[in-house]
């Protein structure tokens, strides 16, 4: 059986876990929980690190920003397809409550809604340097591990890589799309998502929606 990991940290950011997958111009997204980004000990090192907990751990705790939390979980047993560092938790605690967020957003660090509200705002794509410096914080941003199928008429051959998203209001001073992103296809092809597909995805929301 997999080793669990004692952890204990305060949470600096709290995010969807969702995983994309990509068939060239195809795109499918499976709502998985959430990430909690924490600061503190896991295993006895200090670091920061990333845990995963399903849905219903976010709704029965209220993750956010600043809250204390300990637990136990299990390395992931394949870091191309998870963005955390840990899953499979049990043992969760809340050892103290953070403050409500100082400051006006961005970032916005409210208690993060449930999976179907991001599924119904869609995304927008995020430029990775500006997720890394802006956006880690913010209850918006999502960083998802993506695995693209190569050739459709043979799904054994796939790829991996990290792609960074913004739920967020369209105003969001700190958005930045950054270069747009491009699939791989079978016998060299390549398909790039413009502009107009994030355009597509948010068209039924307002600039501060």
Same mark, same amino acid.
């Given at each position: 059986?997999?080793?669990?990991?004692?952890?204990?940290?305060?949470?600096?950011?709290?995010?969807?876990?969702?995983?994309?997958?990509?068939? $060239?111009?195809?795109?499918?997204?499976?709502?998985?929980?959430?990430?909690?980004?924490?600061?503190?000990?896991?295993?006895?090192?200090?670091?920061? $690190?990333?845990?995963?907990?399903?849905?219903?751990?976010?709704?029965?705790?209220?993750?956010?920003?600043?809250?204390?939390?300990?637990?136990?979980?299990?390395?992931?047993?394949?870091?191309?397809?998870?963005?955390?560092?840990?899953?499979?938790?049990?043992?969760?605690?809340?050892?103290?409550?953070?403050?409500?967020?100082?400051?006006?957003?961005?970032?916005?660090?409210?208690?993060?809604?449930?999976?179907?509200?991001?599924?119904?705002?869609?995304?927008?794509?995020?430029?990775?340097?500006? $997720?890394?410096?802006?956006?880690?914080?913010?209850?918006?941003?999502?960083?998802?591990?993506?695995?693209?199928?190569?050739?459709?008429?043979?799904?054994?051959?796939? #790829?991996?890589?990290?792609?960074?998203?913004?739920?967020?209001?369209?105003?969001?001073? $700190?958005?930045?799309?950054?270069?747009?992103?491009?699939?791989?296809?079978?016998?060299?092809?390549?398909?790039?998502?413009?502009?107009?597909?994030?355009?597509?995805?948010?068209?039924? #929301?307002?600039?501060?929606?």
């Amino acid at each position: 059986m997999a080793t669990k990991l004692d952890w204990e940290g305060d949470l600096l950011g709290v995010q969807p876990r969702i995983r994309l997958r990509r068939s $060239f111009s195809e795109r499918a997204h499976s709502y998985l929980g959430y990430v909690l980004r924490l600061q503190g000990t896991l295993a006895g090192e200090g670091r920061e $690190f990333l845990v995963a907990v399903g849905e219903g751990a976010q709704r029965k705790h209220k993750f956010r920003v600043g809250d204390r939390v300990s637990g136990q979980g299990v390395s992931v047993a394949d870091n191309q397809l998870e963005t955390a560092d840990l899953y499979k938790v049990s043992g969760l605690k809340v050892i103290a409550r953070g403050c409500e967020p100082a400051g006006k957003p961005p970032p916005f660090q409210d208690i993060p809604p449930p999976l179907e509200v991001y599924r119904q705002r869609g995304h927008r794509r995020l430029d990775a340097r500006t $997720f890394a410096a802006k956006c880690t914080a913010c209850m918006w941003g999502c960083a998802m591990a993506v695995e693209m199928i190569v050739d459709q008429w043979n799904p054994s051959v796939r #790829r991996h890589r990290r792609e960074t998203f913004c739920y967020g209001p369209k105003s969001c001073v $700190f958005y930045k799309a950054g270069p747009t992103r491009k699939v791989p296809g079978r016998k060299g092809m390549t398909w790039e998502e413009e502009d107009w597909v994030d355009a597509d995805e948010t068209a039924h #929301r307002g600039p501060d929606d």
